[in-house]
Every structure is written in structure tokens, then in C-alpha cells.
T-cell receptor, first 112, second 112 residues
Framework: SQQGEEDPQALSIQEGENATMNCSYK?????LQWYRQNSGRGLVHLIL???NEREKHSGRLRVTLDTSKKSSSLLITASRAADTASYFC????????????WGAGTKLIIKP | SQTIHQWPATLVQPVGSPLSLECTVE??????LYWYRQAAGRGLQLLFY??????ISSEVPQNLSASRPQDRQFILSSKKLLLSDSGFYLC???????????FGPGTRLLVL
């Protein structure tokens, strides 16, 4: 079964609004990574957060990690049409032989 | 800077035909290399990874095989394609296992 499960599966918001996506996982992890995929393209790494970190920022992106709840969230502030994409979380742990285990993704649509 | 190439971009093949997808990385040495498959609207499934020339680890038993004949070349092959082999195939590399991965543009394979 998948380690990371994103929620919601799809999200549609107006340009300028904030978008929040969540990722839940089942086992303890070494790190959790967020990636973006534009339609039909390869994935682009956004942020890596380690198990001893609680929050990381990169530009308009903010990622939080709550290891007690086994969950992470990705916040995109002041969304733009170019943020339209699918967003995936991937977890790494010894249980997965340190390979990335991927969720099914959240499809984000930003309406102009 | 590092770049990763995959070809072809799209491929339509009949059932029972052979397959060869190639991935090459430039600008780095001794990368960890990965082959993933992504079904429509789903997350990524790790197929193979390699930590060095001739070293291949298979994650999922299947109709496919992988080879790494050179440090920065990773090849995905099949002797006889099945309908279920259709999908989006992504190659990726990383400096360190369990850390950030960098993806190629992908190959869309349709088996008819």
C-alpha cells in the first residue's frame, strides 16, 4: 500500500488564494519530500523536510511536518495560474530500504 | 549544471514487441539512477534503481529489466511487451539515496 496519501485528491481555487495540501503516512520516516508535476512532464523537487524539522519555507511554499500525527502539509501562498499542477509527497524510511514511496498526488487547478 | 535526458518522448508499440528506453545524465559522476512507472492519475511506482555500473535492484517483479552499461546511462528493456506495460516512464537520478531526486521529461508508452 502507498506510504503517502495526499488530501484532497483535487483542489480548485481562484488565483491569489492560498492552497493547502496534506499528506499522511503510516510508518516513521527519515524525510518527506514534495514534488510538482506539470501535465505530461517530469517531476520537479520542491522541498525536503527531515524528521527532526517542523517547518521549512521556499519562496511562496511552506511545508510543515508533524511526526506525532504522521502528516505533512504544503501551503502555496498567493497562488498563480502557473501553480496549476499535480503535487506529490514522497516519504523515505528504513522500511522502504531508503527509497521514495509516493502518494497518488493532489491535482491543483488555479482559476484566473 | 546537471541535466537528464530520456528518449523517446512517446512510443507506440504492438503487444509482443521489444522495448528499449534510454536515460542519460550529464554533469555528475556516479549518480544513483532510478526507473519509475506512473499510471494515469496515480503516483510513481519504483521499478529499478542502480547505485553503480552493473548494479541493478528490482523493486517489482514484472516483464521489464534494466541495465547500466555506463556510469551515466540507464536502460529499461523488455523482450515482449504486454498491454499492461503501457504508462508513463520516468528516469531520475540522485546524489544520495533517500535525498532529492531529479527527473527526466518522461516517455509515454502505449502498447496496442
Amino acid at each position: 500500500s502507498q506510504q503517502g496519501e495526499e488530501d484532497p485528491q483535487a483542489l480548485s481555487i481562484q488565483e491569489g488564494e492560498n492552497a493547502t495540501m496534506n499528506c499522511s503516512y503510516k510508518t516513521s520516516i527519515n524525510n518527506l519530500q514534495w514534488y510538482r508535476q506539470n501535465s505530461g512532464r517530469g517531476l520537479v523537487h520542491l522541498i525536503l523536510i527531515r524528521s527532526n524539522e517542523r517547518e521549512k519555507h521556499s519562496g511562496r511554499l511552506r511545508v510543515t511536518l508533524d511526526t506525532s500525527k504522521k502528516s505533512s502539509s504544503l501551503l502555496i501562498t498567493a497562488s498563480r495560474a502557473a501553480d496549476t499542477a499535480s503535487y506529490f509527497c514522497a516519504t523515505v524510511s528504513g522500511y522502504s530500504n531508503y527509497q521514495l514511496i509516493w502518494g497518488a498526488g493532489t491535482k491543483l487547478i488555479i482559476k484566473p | 549544471s546537471q541535466t537528464i535526458h530520456q528518449w523517446p518522448a512517446t512510443l507506440v508499440q504492438p503487444v509482443g514487441s521489444p522495448l528499449s528506453l534510454e536515460c542519460t545524465v550529464e554533469g555528475t559522476s556516479n549518480p544513483n539512477l532510478y526507473w519509475y512507472r506512473q499510471a494515469a492519475g496515480r503516483g510513481l511506482q519504483l521499478l529499478f534503481y542502480s547505485v553503480g555500473i552493473g548494479q541493478i535492484s528490482s523493486e517489482v517483479p514484472q516483464n521489464l529489466s534494466a541495465s547500466r552499461p555506463q556510469d551515466r546511462q540507464f536502460i529499461l528493456s523488455s523482450k515482449k511487451l504486454l498491454l499492461s506495460d503501457s504508462g508513463f516512464y520516468l528516469c531520475a537520478w540522485s546524489v544520495i539515496i533517500q535525498e532529492t531526486q531529479y527527473f527526466g521529461p518522461g516517455t509515454r508508452l502505449l502498447v496496442l
